[in-house]
T-cell receptor, first 114, second 113 residues
Framework: EPEVTQTPSHQVTQMGQEVILRCVPI?????FYWYRQILGQKVEFLVS????????KSEIFDDQFSVERPDGSNFTLKIRSTKLEDSAMYFC????????????FGPGTRLTVT | QQQVKQSPQSLIVQKGGISIINCAYE??????FPWYQQFPGKGPALLIA?????SEKKEGRFTISFNKSAKQFSLHIMDSQPGDSATYFC????????????FGTGTLLAVQP
C-alpha cells in the first residue's frame, strides 16, 4: 500500500540553525501539505502546495519557513533560523487531487531545537 | 469560526463497550469531516470520513453520525478493543481549493481489557 515517507525521523538542532525536513508523498498525488503538532496538542496546518506553488499558508508559516518540490518525488520544508518554539512533530501529507479530499499523513519528523 | 471543538479530552471504555467522541463546528463552509487515529510516535491515520449530505457513515466497527443543523458530528466505536487505544482527532475541511484541514484537540481513548 502506498504511503507517505519522511526523513529524518528525529532531528536535533541548535537555535538559529537551518533545518530541512524531507517528505516523499504518495506517487500519483498532486496536493502536498505540511502540518505540525506540538507535544500533546492538536495538529495544526502550516501550508498547502499544488502545481509548484503555495496555495495557502497559515499564520505560523512566516518568512522563516519555505517549501519546495525540488524534483518529481520529494517535498521539503525548510526552517531558516530555528527557534525553541519550533520544536514539534512535523507531518507531511498528500492527497490525490482537488476532488479527492482524503489526506494521507507520513510518520512525522520530530524536531528538537535546543 | 475556524475552530473544531472536540470532547471529551480523554475516555476510558471497557472492552466490548461503545466509545463515543463528539465534535462541533461553527463554520458552515466546512464540507468534509474526517476522523484520524494516532498512535504514540506515529502520524495520524485516516479512519473514516463523511460529507455533510449524509447523516451517517459506517465502516466496520466505526460509525460517523452527522447532524448538519446542529453542526455536530461524532465517532462511535462499537465493540471497542484494547487495540483501539489511541488518540482520535476529528477534523474539518475548509471549503476552498487548498483542502486545509482544521483539527480538533484530540481524545485519548483507553480501552481496558
Amino acid at each position: 500500500e502506498p504511503e507517505v515517507t519522511q526523513t529524518p525521523s528525529h532531528q536535533v538542532t541548535q537555535m538559529g540553525q537551518e533545518v530541512i525536513l524531507r517528505c516523499v508523498p504518495i506517487s500519483n498525488h498532486l496536493y502536498f501539505y505540511w502540518y505540525r503538532q506540538i507535544l500533546g496538542q492538536k495538529v495544526e496546518f502550516l501550508v498547502s502546495f499544488y502545481n509548484n506553488e503555495i496555495s495557502e499558508k497559515s499564520e505560523i508559516f512566516d518568512d522563516q519557513f519555505s517549501v519546495e518540490r525540488p524534483d518529481g518525488s520529494n517535498f521539503t520544508l525548510k526552517i531558516r533560523s530555528t527557534k525553541l518554539e519550533d520544536s514539534a512533530m512535523y507531518f507531511c501529507a498528500s492527497s490525490a487531487s482537488g476532488g479527492s479530499w482524503e489526506q494521507y499523513f507520513g510518520p512525522g519528523t520530530r524536531l528538537t531545537v535546543t | 469560526q475556524q475552530q473544531v471543538k472536540q470532547s471529551p479530552q480523554s475516555l476510558i471504555v471497557q472492552k466490548g463497550g461503545i466509545s463515543i467522541i463528539n465534535c462541533a463546528y461553527e463554520n458552515t463552509a466546512f464540507d468534509y469531516f474526517p476522523w484520524y487515529q494516532q498512535f504514540p510516535g506515529k502520524g495520524p491515520a485516516l479512519l473514516i470520513a463523511i460529507r455533510p449530505d449524509v447523516s451517517e457513515k459506517k465502516e466496520g466497527r466505526f460509525t460517523i453520525s452527522f447532524n448538519k443543523s446542529a453542526k455536530q458530528f461524532s465517532l462511535h466505536i462499537m465493540d471497542s478493543q484494547p487495540g483501539d487505544s489511541a488518540t482520535y482527532f476529528c477534523a474539518a475541511r475548509s471549503n476552498g481549493a487548498t483542502n486545509k484541514l482544521i483539527f480538533g484537540t484530540g481524545t485519548l481513548l483507553a480501552v481496558q481489557p
